[in-house]
């Protein structure tokens, strides 16, 4: 696609992120100097742009400071939709989180824009792609921590569950009493995923590898308190400080796919995006690497910050082959009706069924059981005396959301 006010002398990347491993074209052209002008109101320099797909994003330095300028199309994120997003940004800066200041947001024509603070703190994983693991188990150890410690500056912050938008990792589908039924609904609210759905359709998935891990998991949905959540935690959305003795995470970045879940729903979100070796799924089950001491560091390090109560313990398990699968449903709905990609429609529509299937395989099961063995390991330690709460909101539970 033509960014506006393009100008044809520019260099530009030549390629973004794509599903696999490989580079791609991009969807999204990449933002200009004339383009970043006219947002920011004056003369510009570009220093970098993002690799990633789903938006385009660029440093850009104006009136002597560095700024982080990012652009969507207005089928993805409104104005309206933006301000989900920033206010949660507001709220935790509110409470000492280490998140960036929002600067301002804009819309024109078909695109809407936001300009960010740079965050403080080392891009050790700028060229990183999702679902590829930490480089160390120290990193791990300390993302599990600044993920717990996130989780409690978010308690407080009672919006509502975002509207309906492509690309939000959402807990509707999965956080009721009836997948079914919640799933008919998502889907008759996003017409473009529901055309999608009817020719390549995921009932009979749905009834053999979601339900019966779902009807493990809801028993425990009324215990699991509302949060909202990051919901895309991986390793090139943190920046970290390397000047101590170890590297510890400085700045969490990218709320795009933020939203009201459980704090153990962004736990398993941490889990899928950075232990498991899903690139790699296309060649089969066996092929699926996992980091199983990054695993337990990464549960290591949450707990000791924000122990999981009971419930949560025993949640995490069940829900963990299903937290990807409703992303995957919003990822066919972005890509069926504003990209307009057969192909990448194809790919997530897999993605919905694949990941959660291949928990019920050897190398998936002894995951999920070093999952529960170490929840319940830590939870027992942390509440030798009986099921105490994981620290959310008081008075409202994930199975009574509206």
């Known amino acids: 696609m033509t960014a506006p006010g393009g100008n044809a002398t520019e260099p530009a990347p030549?390629?973004?992120?794509?599903?696999?491993?490989?580079?791609?074209?991009?969807?999204?052209?990449?933002?200009?100097?004339?383009?970043?002008?006219?947002v920011l109101g004056g003369p510009v320099r570009l220093h970098w742009h993002s690799p990633r797909p789903l938006s385009a994003a660029a440093v850009v330095e104006h009136d002597g400071r560095r700024v982080f300028l990012k652009r969507h199309h207005t089928g993805v994120r409104t104005l309206e939709g933006l301000e989900e997003e920033h206010a949660f940004l507001r709220h935790l800066r509110s409470r000492g989180a280490p998140v960036v200041d929002v600067l301002a947001a804009s819309a024109r024509g078909e695109w809407t824009y936001e300009v960010h603070s740079l965050g403080h703190g080392t891009d050790l994983y700028q060229d990183a792609l999702s679902w590829t693991p930490f480089t160390s188990v120290h990193h791990a150890r300390e993302a599990g921590s600044?993920?717990?410690?996130?989780?409690?500056?978010?308690?407080?912050?009672?919006?509502?569950?975002r509207r309906v938008q492509p690309?939000?990792?959402?807990?509707?589908?999965?956080?009721?009493?009836?997948?079914?039924?919640a799933l008919a609904a998502y889907a008759a609210e996003r017409p473009a995923l529901a055309d999608a759905l009817r020719s390549d359709?995921?009932?009979?998935?749905?009834?053999?590898?979601?339900?019966?891990?779902?009807?493990?998991?809801?028993?425990?949905?009324?215990?699991?308190?509302?949060l909202w959540t990051h919901n895309d935690w991986h390793a090139s959305n943190l920046l970290w400080d390397t000047t101590g003795g170890g590297?510890?995470?400085?700045?969490?970045?990218?709320?795009?796919?933020?939203?009201r879940t459980t704090a153990v729903h962004d736990l398993a979100v941490a889990l899928e995006r950075n232990v498991f070796g899903w690139l790699d799924l296309p060649r089969g089950h066996r092929h699926v690497s996992v980091q199983h001491a990054h695993?337990?560091?990464?549960?290591?390090?949450?707990?000791?910050?924000?122990p999981l109560s009971e419930a949560e313990a025993e949640a995490l398990p069940a829900l963990l082959p299903?937290?990807?699968?409703?992303?995957?449903?919003?990822?066919?709905?972005y890509f069926h009706e504003v990209t307009r990609s057969a192909a990448n429609t194809a790919l997530a529509r897999a993605y919905f069924t694949d990941h959660t299937r291949w928990f019920t395989t050897e190398p998936g099961r002894l995951a999920l059981r070093q999952v529960r063995d170490t929840?319940?390991?830590?939870?027992?330690?942390?509440?030798?005396?009986?099921?105490?709460?994981?620290?959310g909101p008081g008075g409202e539970r994930a199975g009574s959301r509206a």
Do not use: C, I
């Open 167 to 181: 690309l939000v990792s959402s807990f509707r589908v999965f956080g009721g009493p009836d997948p079914q039924g």
């Open 14 to 38: 030549l390629a973004t992120h794509g599903l696999g491993y490989d580079r791609v074209e991009p969807d999204w052209a990449p933002l200009t100097a004339d383009e970043a002008a006219d």
């Open 322 to 333: 299903l937290v990807n699968a409703e992303y995957a449903l919003s990822e066919m709905h």
């Open 201 to 226: 359709p995921v009932d009979a998935d749905l009834t053999r590898w979601h339900l019966p891990l779902h009807a493990e998991l809801a028993p425990l949905l009324p215990e699991l308190e509302p």
């Open 375 to 391: 929840a319940r390991r830590l939870t027992a330690s942390a509440h030798p005396s009986g099921r105490k709460s994981g620290g």
């Open 146 to 161: 600044a993920l717990a410690r996130l989780h409690r500056a978010a308690v407080g912050h009672r919006a509502p569950a």
């Open 247 to 259: 590297d510890t995470v400085s700045t969490v970045l990218d709320f795009n796919l933020s939203d």
């Open 295 to 306: 695993l337990t560091a990464l549960l290591e390090g949450y707990a000791a910050v924000r």
